[in-house]
Every structure is written in C-alpha cells, then in structure tokens.
Nanobody, 123 residues
Framework: QVQLVESGGGVVPPGGSLTLSCVTSGFIFVRYGMGWLRQAPGKDLEWVASINGVGFTTKYATFARDRFTISRDNAENSVYLQMNNLDPEDTATYYC????????????????RGQGTQVTVSS
C-alpha cells in the first residue's frame, strides 16, 4: 500500500522559513518523480515543485522559484520542501504527491498524494 505522510507545517511570521518532510512507503521510491502541491482555502489545488526520481532535475512554479527548494533522500524514501521568505499568500495545506513515472509535474497528473500539512504565515 502506497503511503505518503507529510510533516513540518506550522505557524510562521512573514519572512520566516519552514521545511516540510514527506516520508513514503509501499513503492520503489527512486523510480518515481515526486512533488509538492498546495491548496489555500477557497482556491484550487496548485502545483508547487517537482523532482525526478534520481533527484537531478527539479522544476518550480513561478511563485516558488528562488524561495522554495525541493529535494529528496532516496535512502530514506523521503522528499522535502525548504521554504524561505514566506508570505501570507503561502498559507495553505501542503501535500506531498507521487507521479506515475520517473518525472512529473502539475496538479492533476499525480497518482497518489498524502493527507497534507498546514502552513500558516501570519504575524
């Protein structure tokens, strides 16, 4: 059974940083692209960033470029999202997502996602 479990969310002031983690199980992690998605209240699910199976290729949504960094540890079956210079507009539930191939991106092409972790940016 494929499982994705996110952690690391919380409340941070504007300009602060957070690192989200996603521990996975139930599949051969290195074979699949992974990503992060987010959904703010009243808004559609939004793609944030992706990384390919071996970790050499990354891609970011425009709003995430230069502030967020996606990485993975294939020995630990985990994927991470380092977020810096957070803004209240970044407030959302963040989801870890698995893609059905070695690389994928977008908010509608994943095949499994986790339950999410809440990030609130507020003073």
């Amino acid at each position: 059974q494929v499982q994705l479990v996110e952690s690391g969310g919380g409340v941070v002031p504007p300009g602060g940083s957070l690192t989200l983690s996603c521990v996975t199980s139930g599949f051969i992690f290195v074979r699949y692209g992974m990503g992060w998605l987010r959904q703010a209240p009243g808004k559609d699910l939004e793609w944030v960033a992706s990384i390919n199976g071996v970790g050499f290729t990354t891609k970011y949504a425009t709003f995430a470029r230069d502030r967020f960094t996606i990485s993975r540890d294939n020995a630990e079956n985990s994927v991470y999202l380092q977020m810096n210079n957070l803004d209240p507009e970044d407030t959302a539930t963040y989801y870890c997502a698995k893609y059905p191939t070695g690389y994928g991106f977008g908010s509608s092409t994943y095949d499994v996602r986790g339950q999410g972790t809440q990030v609130t940016v507020s003073s």
